[in-house]
């Protein structure tokens, strides 16, 4: 009888590449995968892995396995999903993995909403860019918020991961509240602001193409930019007046001081906003209760957004 646990691990050793990779995105060490693994070549009686001194990769054999055990760990997972479905009451743990801003957002409400089920258990964790996916493909998280600035529309219905539109997400102007456009009785003129001292991300950084896309359009580029990996710093260094930021709307209702948001004129650049979880597990009474969490979740961001910007979000006019 195979062993799940070490299925799971050749399967991430087969996305990983290395022990290494294997061990950080499972939270084991190194010696407890290559242990695992040896067992697991044990039990099927054939070498999984060619092992050198310093690397190792699949065999024929392992690649073979890697892509049964794929198979075998969303059946289970859709076995147990139909299941729990016949209880229908939603229980155990969901561990939902977000991006900052959503994670400040959305972490409130969705705590709120999961009340009316005592059995369930939320953890939410912040991710890095990128990672959310990876980390519900590999079974380390059950949902996550991930964002999209390709502004493509995923394929939803094919594949292991599902993906459920929450919001939009357009660019705000974010300006210290000594900055003159603070009086949201001022409009926004892009080209006034080309001489302005910007904050931006790094090249490459979504929020960086978005912010060049936004000037490129007016026909400018960054006269001074100071560049700061991280919204929360580019944040914080606007709030000191060190210069003015465009940024995700989300980051409206990140709590931070010193800071007044502005709509931007036009279209801005904007960003979607999704939960991904696996389709194995969107039948299971806690995934679907978490789902249906974060849709409303979502709702009440979008009204909160509309109150806290000056006078237009999405387009729309505060109160219509």
């Known amino acids: 009888m ?41 039990e099927v009686g054939t070498a999984l892995l060619d092992r ?20 075998i760990l969303a059946m289970v997972e859709a076995a147990e999903a139909v299941l729990a479905a016949q209880n229908g009451v939603p229980l155990g743990r969901v ?7 959503a994670a400040v957002a959305f972490a409130p409400v969705l705590a709120q909403s999961l009340h009316e089920h005592p059995g369930l258990q939320l953890v939410l964790r912040q991710s890095s860019e990128g990672a ?13 918020l991930v964002d999209d600035w390709t502004g493509q529309l995923p394929d ?48 490459g950084e979504p929020s960086r193409a978005a912010t060049d896309r936004l000037l490129a359009g007016i026909g400018s580029v960054l006269s001074t930019a100071w560049e700061f990996e991280g919204l ?18 989300l980051a409206a209702l990140s709590g931070n001081g010193g800071l007044v948001f502005r709509r931007l004129p036009g279209r801005a650049p ?39 910007l000056d006078s237009t979000v999405f387009g729309e006019k505060a109160g219509e």
């Open 2 to 42: 195979l062993d799940l646990r070490r299925l799971n691990v050749l399967k991430e050793f087969a996305a990983q590449g290395t022990i290494a990779a294997t061990a950080t995105a499972l939270g084991y060490t190194p010696s407890a995968v290559s242990q695992q693994l040896s067992t697991l070549e044990r």
């Open 95 to 101: 561990t939902i993995t977000a991006f900052p801003t």
């Open 132 to 144: 959310g996916k990876r980390q519900v493909a590999a079974g380390e998280a059950d949902i996550a």
């Open 270 to 308: 904007t960003r979607d906003v999704y939960a991904v979880a696996r389709a194995a597990t969107i039948q299971r009474p806690s995934i679907n209760a978490t789902l249906r969490a974060l849709y409303t979740a979502a709702h009440e961001v979008s009204r909160a957004l509309v109150t806290t």
């Open 52 to 71: 050198t001194a310093r690397s190792a990769e699949l065999t024929d054999a392992g690649r073979l396995l890697a892509e049964h055990a794929e198979q």
């Open 232 to 249: 929360g710093t580019i944040l914080s260094l606007v709030a000191r007046g060190i210069g003015i930021a465009a940024v995700p709307s």
């Open 156 to 203: 939803s219905l094919s594949g292991k991961l599902r993906h459920h539109h929450l919001l939009n997400d357009p660019m705000v102007l974010a300006v210290p509240e000594g900055h003159r456009l603070a009086d949201p009785d001022r409009p926004v003129d892009l080209r006034r602001l080309r001489n302005e001292a910007w904050v931006v991300a790094p090249p």
